[in-house]
């Protein structure tokens, strides 16, 4: 509605998106060193007993989440990662789920080695007390459904898009399911953190601690699948925000762009985000 | 100021503001979920006496006001509903109220049911110890109030729009509250609350659970009078944010609006929201 | 630098700065509303003998400053006024801190005798255990002096204008503060909860409470002192961010202003804002 | 791509970037500050034996890095100065490292003369329980890298600059650690730390306490090692945010420079953010 009474526009101000993206290798790295460290302080909470396990597990997350957001996305879940192809983000391929799932299993592996051999021994997932394996595969589901419907709507939705709290929001409903299923079932949601942990309770206690491991390797899946359905039902229509795959914008005047060009290399292209920034692109152009 | 001296004025760049809501059905199915995810760790959290519930329950709220406030204000509780109604925002209607408290109600009743199916068994609300009837009184409508207050300023007013920072103050809100007097009167402040949990402990434990059940569900409601009279007090002259009601503000540069028409699209169209955003359009048109 | 080569500039969107000031009555009932909770939560907390005191009287803190941080500033502490109005901020004067102070104590009156009221009985502030008044003294003018200085670099410095995190960082301070010295001297830090803790104890328990009151009384008062020399230290060259007293900055199109008056006004005319904003308003001037 | 159709463009407003950098003298005031009151809330936890002193350590941390981010960094550990040093940014050099060591033990060792005259007593740092020196050097390791890498992702990554989230992310990973490995060795991750208590439990104790302290002391340092080189591969060929050593960003409109000189004046001249900031400067003095 602006182009027709203005014969000498002016170039609009911060008016190009840079979308970038590191490279596969920098992400994967990304996924396995957050997991890893997700793991290893499961590990040493639950083998130290602590006070405050919960909290402590949480907010690791939440802090590697800060940390590691922008690179890949910081999924650090294999069912969240699964969350959020099956959301239908053109720019998290199938081969992109294979490799972010081999990299957090990479880095669960890690972690149940290392703290195996911090400590030599190792805990076992498995129902708490009275509970038996059905209540566990009920919370294990729900949770692991609100856990992936939080981050697709924090960390993938146009609305919130460049948000400060994504990882406050996910690590911390980590912290609130922690505590409020831990005394059923542990509280696992994580099938990395089922592999990593049982990868070490194999080393420590033998092969008779297989029991309940494939509910907590499948139930999240199945959470997965769950929160993925109730976010399309209420945000099928809106658009996305690369954060959630490891996309960042850059906001750069248009002038500066030949001047600066180092910001905007260095890692792949990317051909979806490049067309979805197209529009403002084009607008930039016709107005000269 | 601006308009005398400049004959041919360029189009302001970012001047478009683009009022996007959910349709209905999405905010109910939103608010629907988030009271259920909320209510469902309330029955966890109590069922498996977990420490640090308090924490758990605010948390869960925190995480789900931050990935659903964008989609319907993320209020589930029918008393932050009336409080949000009569704090005369005219963008929320009594048909509003009317279908935000069903859907919270829906919710409720889906997380009583379900965590009485897993556990068997279900809570009482009634006072703790030796407190008394009307001590729990005082104590849920002083903190239903706050919680009410606390939700109207960071979610509703303009001098806060677009903060990052609602979620943490709501949620927070809840854990120092069931902190505080979850030793009193085991801190409902919400309607919803109050049904769900009764649904669950009637099938569970019969009809001799009545007892109290009145004063927790209409307590909140008179903290919600006390909250909107307060805000009203002091910021009754500030204009309004509409983020508290699941309505978003998208900026658009204004020359990209026609190449990008699918952004602003999907939703119902919100008439209010509009006219308070045509000062922006008028001038916007008055300048060509 | 830019005037010399532009014949035609177009007016520069987003030029104006309109700071708005809620009414001095509207401030006050913010600091006593506010002041209110707080202190109603430390006695519920302390009178029930909750586990996570700290975290909640600290939460509801900064829940209060989230929600009234644009109001007055949110200050809810005679010794944080104090430090404001040392730091030599000429928003904030003599007068401001008389009022402020006498809201404060107003609101802890209302809450000392509310807690009273509902209890039957109140706490005394004493030191714990076997802890003197020597320590009790050192304890709460080093916290108190991180708390004044905490609340003076996150929220009225130019640096961390618009953050997000101020009420964070603030309630936080005491969340920490409460858990380290709360063991030593029940950690006060604020002379309002020693006036309203001690209205309480002289009506519950008599005059024989009065004791420590004086140490509780004053030394936050001495750590306000402190606070505010050791930022006179670091930051007495930048300039000021007018949020800590209650200004917020609304950014307007300067287009846009004659058509949406309803949103500048309203409240008290802050000269000394307006002239710190003339630099902005004096380029627009020049510019046509 | 914008210069050959306009002929006579306006300046593009916002596009002066003033980075500002305190003199050294306040830096260091920051970092002896700061650290002072870490290390004396590190104190007064352990000498009382509180319950959460986790979450306070951690949060004073948050809080001073919230509060003193924009003057110094807020580094508060010489481990993390050194990972900032070797991640291999020019505007932090060796003579930084230095002073900002030295300042942080100046820090430290005045909290530890303060909590030890205030106690009169100390504690000393050891292995816990059954643990030996070796895993506490493991877990010490680990978590001194997970701090500086999470640190140098979300404080110097231009990907992540200017955002809200840098203390609660800083200040939570020493929770969650603290949490983790408190049982174990009591969770140092810092030289600074180390020296402070060191000094505060000779006083106390004699010479007898000097054990493990070597471990606690360089164990940090082979931390930063691994986490710079653990950022290094993730992000080398990324800009970087200058706010993690004490720069920050001011956005002026190009026309208020000359009106408010006294905003850009008060610190020390900073060459090395002056040339990065030179294309945005150039490209404007090129559009005239």
Redesign the interface.
Known sequence: ???????????????VVVL?R?TML?RC??EA?GTY?LI??VG??VM??????????G??L???I???G??SGAHFNPAVSLAIYLSGRSNFSIRDLFLYTASQLVGALSAGL?YEV??LDAFVLKPVGKYNVF?VM??EV?YSM?LC??VL??AT????AG???F????G??V???A??????SNCCLNPAVAIGSLVAALLAKGSKVLGAYSVYFFMPYLGALFGAF?FY???R???YDPRGIGL?V?KE????????P??V???EASPNAASSAS??I???????
Do not use: W
Request: hydrophobic share 45%; with cysteine; glycine share 8%.
């Open positions: 509605m602006s182009e027709k009474g203005s014969t000498n526009p002016p170039p609009p101000p911060e008016s970038y590191h920098s790295l990304s060193v460290f290893l302080t040493c909470n130290v007993m602590s006070t405050g396990g919960a909290l402590s597990i907010s690791m939440m802090c590697m800060f940390a590691l922008s690179v290392c911090i400590f209540m009920a919370v729900i609100a419907y939080v709507n924090v939705t146009r609305a919130q948000n400060h709290y990882g406050l929001a996910i911390f409903t912290v609130s399911a505590i409020a299923i831990g005394g059923i109730a039902l209420v945000r229509k809106e658009g960042f850059v005047e248009a002038n500066s762009i030949a001047a600066a180092s910001t290399t260095g890692g529009p403002l084009q607008s930039d152009n016709e107005a000269n």
